[in-house]
């Protein structure tokens, strides 16, 4: 066994639960981590003085963003990402399954109910889970007491030596099956679920698993998905906070993040070549019962599916859903909307209109169908939009009565609105809609790390499609974009025609003591 080798494996033998550990981290075990491995930065940091983002890479492939900010004082938060998440998931294995298992184990010698136990001692929060198409593990910290060491050295064990305890597999299984069994409660959940049957073909990486999925789960195969894709040369680490300095953000990482060189039985494997892109599964729209998309001879829409569900309060939940862009304004057929407007800065210049527009459609909906019809509880208008994904999803949700007559003037009003957002917008639409925004903005980029963590996230792992200077001027930017700009874009993107809209009715009211089918897939 060579020396990297030897210096990354330690005794595994479980300490019992009661066991608390004054540190999780020997000194001399990290030092004999770095004797080894040698890490160090590549090339010199690249600081940007508008946002004050610095960028470095480190010898074993990750990249490092930070930024020092005084929004709370005396705390830090660490964000590690990896390129996966959900968009790996099979049948056989489900990445939030997977990676659920991994984070509520325990690390080294210590198992999970200790390690809980240090963090909650020294004021630590810490989570990991999968995202439509990364694997996140998030440390929040007190820069006290050694917080952002404490902090490391926790993402260090996670990485080299994590326990995957067989109970906390169980749990991960069990608390599944419950999760199953309350959407099949809740007729907003059951109606997502089922639109995205409708728009994917029910493609495993963007749908809920069934109970026979669940049960049939194996821990080794959890293990597997987690340890191919975390690695360094697939991750990059973001720092926020109110650091001392620059150097202390670096001696941190480079200490304890940049000795993870890959998992220790296999330090030289690397990580599955996933595609720079590619596009979103499409399906006609069609479920067992041969309904799809398209007009009614009575109406210029169709009812693709309904679900029942069983719940005290009878009500109804409408999902109307249809086809939208990526985050770089690529649609599911490859087509590039940011080519097809040719203006500077193309890519974000796509998504901050389309931002816009989704507040525009999100404030119509609402005044029209709440406000000035009252056919409705809630309403709203959001998006699923990707990185590494070639299209997204633009989607209303709406709460209303079941009642059949109402249900369909319900029904009836959002795709009015939707059909007619293109051609009504009146530049006092636009002014009412565009100052709310940009002062929410304003004030989020001057307050909260976590705004500036989702802006600095993919900084390193999108291939250059997100770059520092798009994080620039940004409230510059927004007030120098017009109506027109605004509905260009839309006109491109959003398309809500009959055999473009994917409607789908959640009807509860059913027997509340019954229990409903858990869906055994088979």
């Known amino acids: 066994m060579g020396a990297m080798q030897a210096a990354l494996l330690v005794d595994m033998a479980p300490l019992a639960d009661t066991d608390f550990p004054e540190v999780l981290m020997d000194p001399a075990d990290i030092d004999a981590q770095v004797e080894a491995i040698r890490p160090a930065f590549i090339g010199d940091a690249v600081a940007d003085p508008k946002t004050e983002i610095v960028m470095r890479k480190l010898s074993n492939g990750m990249g490092l963003s930070y930024k020092l900010t005084k929004f709370e004082k005396g705390q830090g938060i660490i964000r590690v990402l990896f390129r996966g998440g959900r968009s790996v998931s099979s049948a056989t294995v489900r990445a939030g399954s997977a990676i659920h298992t991994f984070a509520s184990s325990g690390v080294s010698r210590y198992r999970a109910a200790a390690v809980d136990k240090f963090m909650s001692m020294h004021g630590m929060e810490g989570s990991a889970v999968a995202t439509a198409e990364y694997f996140v593990m998030q440390v929040c910290f007190s820069l006290s007491d050694d917080g952002m060491q404490r902090a490391c050295e926790l993402i260090n064990l996670y990485l080299t030596q994590p326990m995957w305890e067989d109970c906390a597999f169980d749990r991960t299984k069990s608390e599944l099956l419950l999760e199953l069994e309350a959407l099949e409660r809740d007729s907003e959940l059951r109606s997502n679920d089922e639109l995205l049957h409708l728009l994917t073909g029910g493609d495993v990486r963007f749908t809920s698993p069934t109970a026979k999925e669940i049960r049939s789960m194996r821990k080794e195969d959890c293990r597997q998905l987690v340890e191919e894709h975390l690695h360094p040369k697939n991750c990059e680490v973001i720092c926020l906070g109110d650091f001392p300095s620059g150097e202390f953000v670096e001696s941190h990482v480079l200490r304890y993040l940049g000795t993870f060189v890959g998992w220790p039985a296999n330090p030289s494997r690397l990580p599955p070549a996933l595609p720079q892109f590619s596009n979103l599964p499409r399906s006609p729209g069609v479920r067992q019962d ?19 569900v069983r719940k005290d309060q009878p009500r109804a939940e409408i999902m109307v859903g249809t086809t939208w862009c990526n985050r770089w304004g690529m649609m599911a057929d490859g087509r590039s909307v940011a080519q097809e407007i040719g203006k500077p800065f193309g890519t974000y210049h796509v998504w901050r209109c389309l931002i816009i527009f989704t507040e525009l459609v999100n404030e119509r909906l609402f005044k ?17 939009t990707y990185e590494f994904f070639n299209g997204g999803w633009a989607y209303v949700s709406c709460n209303a009565s079941p009642e059949e007559d109402r249900l369909m003037k319900t029904v009836g009003a959002v795709v009015e609105v939707l059909q007619s957002m293109l051609d009504s917008v009146t530049q006092e639409d636009y002014d009412m809609t565009v100052k709310p925004l940009l002062a929410g903005l304003e004030q989020s980029l001057g307050s909260s790390n976590d705004h500036w963590l989702e802006l600095m996230q993919g900084l390193h792992l999108t291939g250059g499609r997100k770059r520092v200077e798009h994080l620039q001027d940004i409230i510059q930017y927004y007030r120098s974009l017009t109506r027109e700009d605004v509905l260009e874009v839309a006109r491109l993107v959003f398309r809500p025609t009959a055999d473009n809209l994917y409607i789908v009715l959640g009807i509860s009211g059913g027997d509340p003591d019954g229990d409903p089918p858990v869906p055994d897939g088979g």
């Open 290 to 308: 041969g309904i799809g998309p398209g007009a009614e001879a009575d109406r210029p829409w169709r009812i693709s599916s309904r679900v029942e």
């Open 368 to 384: 029209t169908v709440r406000e000035k019809h009252g056919l409705c509880y809630r309403i709203s208008f959001s998006t699923n």
